[in-house]
Protein backbone atom coordinates (compact mmCIF):
# COMPACT_ATOMS: atom_id res chain seq x y z
CA UNK A 1 0.00 0.00 0.00
CA UNK A 2 1.53 3.44 -0.67
CA UNK A 3 2.03 6.33 1.95
CA UNK A 4 -0.27 8.70 2.10
CA UNK A 5 1.45 11.33 3.20
CA UNK A 6 -2.14 13.64 3.07
CA UNK A 7 -3.76 11.27 5.81
CA UNK A 8 -0.68 10.22 7.64
CA UNK A 9 -0.66 11.37 11.70
CA UNK A 10 2.40 9.85 12.86
CA UNK A 11 4.78 7.10 11.49
CA UNK A 12 6.60 4.73 14.85
CA UNK A 13 9.79 3.30 13.73
CA UNK A 14 10.33 1.43 16.95
CA UNK A 15 13.04 2.96 18.12
CA UNK A 16 11.46 4.84 21.02
CA UNK A 17 14.07 7.66 19.75
CA UNK A 18 13.25 11.15 18.40
CA UNK A 19 12.88 12.70 14.53
CA UNK A 20 15.07 15.64 13.70
CA UNK A 21 15.32 17.40 10.37
CA UNK A 22 17.26 19.79 8.49
CA UNK A 23 15.33 20.81 5.28
CA UNK A 24 17.25 23.27 2.60
CA UNK A 25 15.79 24.51 -0.35
CA UNK A 26 17.58 27.35 -2.12
CA UNK A 27 15.94 28.84 -5.37
CA UNK A 28 17.83 32.08 -5.53
CA UNK A 29 21.57 32.34 -7.33
CA UNK A 30 23.45 35.11 -8.21
CA UNK A 31 22.81 36.50 -11.42
CA UNK A 32 19.51 35.59 -11.70
CA UNK A 33 20.08 32.90 -15.25
CA UNK A 34 20.56 30.41 -13.03
CA UNK A 35 17.19 30.83 -10.34
CA UNK A 36 15.04 27.96 -9.59
CA UNK A 37 11.45 27.46 -9.30
CA UNK A 38 10.30 25.85 -5.91
CA UNK A 39 13.50 24.75 -3.57
CA UNK A 40 12.53 27.06 -1.00
CA UNK A 41 9.32 25.72 -0.97
CA UNK A 42 10.40 21.93 -1.25
CA UNK A 43 12.02 22.38 1.94
CA UNK A 44 8.91 24.17 3.36
CA UNK A 45 6.75 21.25 2.08
CA UNK A 46 8.89 18.43 3.23
CA UNK A 47 9.43 19.59 6.60
CA UNK A 48 5.58 20.04 7.19
CA UNK A 49 5.12 16.44 5.75
CA UNK A 50 7.56 15.73 8.46
CA UNK A 51 5.96 16.77 10.89
CA UNK A 52 2.63 14.92 10.11
CA UNK A 53 3.79 12.18 8.21
CA UNK A 54 6.65 10.88 10.99
CA UNK A 55 5.73 12.63 14.20
CA UNK A 56 8.88 15.03 14.18
CA UNK A 57 8.07 18.14 16.41
CA UNK A 58 8.28 21.98 14.78
CA UNK A 59 11.05 22.44 17.25
CA UNK A 60 13.16 19.35 15.94
CA UNK A 61 13.83 20.92 12.62
CA UNK A 62 15.38 23.78 11.25
CA UNK A 63 14.23 24.79 7.74
CA UNK A 64 16.58 27.62 6.20
CA UNK A 65 15.44 28.58 2.51
CA UNK A 66 17.60 30.79 -0.10
CA UNK A 67 19.78 33.71 1.86
CA UNK A 68 19.58 31.57 5.50
CA UNK A 69 20.93 28.75 2.93
CA UNK A 70 24.29 29.24 3.26
CA UNK A 71 27.45 27.10 4.07
CA UNK A 72 28.23 28.10 7.52
CA UNK A 73 24.44 27.96 8.52
CA UNK A 74 23.93 24.33 7.37
CA UNK A 75 27.17 23.64 9.05
CA UNK A 76 26.11 24.91 12.14
CA UNK A 77 23.38 23.41 12.39
CA UNK A 78 24.43 19.79 11.45
CA UNK A 79 26.90 20.02 14.25
CA UNK A 80 24.19 20.72 17.00
CA UNK A 81 21.73 18.34 15.31
CA UNK A 82 25.11 16.13 15.81
CA UNK A 83 25.14 17.06 19.68
CA UNK A 84 21.42 16.21 20.43
CA UNK A 85 20.39 13.53 17.73
CA UNK A 86 21.21 9.58 19.78
CA UNK A 87 21.84 6.59 18.39
CA UNK A 88 18.05 5.34 18.99
CA UNK A 89 16.86 8.84 17.16
CA UNK A 90 16.21 9.47 13.36
CA UNK A 91 18.27 12.38 11.39
CA UNK A 92 16.47 13.46 7.74
CA UNK A 93 18.27 16.25 5.81
CA UNK A 94 16.76 17.39 3.28
CA UNK A 95 18.37 19.95 0.20
CA UNK A 96 16.70 21.38 -3.12
CA UNK A 97 18.66 23.25 -5.26
CA UNK A 98 21.73 23.03 -7.70
CA UNK A 99 24.66 20.57 -6.89
CA UNK A 100 27.70 19.68 -8.06
CA UNK A 101 30.48 16.34 -7.13
CA UNK A 102 33.86 17.00 -5.70
CA UNK A 103 36.55 14.36 -6.39
CA UNK A 104 37.30 12.73 -3.79
CA UNK A 105 41.24 12.84 -2.56
CA UNK A 106 41.39 9.55 -2.93
CA UNK A 107 38.82 9.03 -6.24
CA UNK A 108 35.57 7.68 -6.60
CA UNK A 109 34.69 4.63 -4.80
CA UNK A 110 32.18 2.14 -6.51
CA UNK A 111 29.58 2.55 -3.84
CA UNK A 112 29.60 6.48 -4.97
CA UNK A 113 26.40 7.99 -6.76
Do not use: I, K
Amino acid sequence: MPWNWGTATSYDYGSGGNVYGLFVGSCDYPGGGSDLGFCAEDATTFFSAMQRGAGMPASNGLVFTDSQATTTNVRNALREFGSRVGPDDVFVFFYSGHGSRVERPGGYEQADP
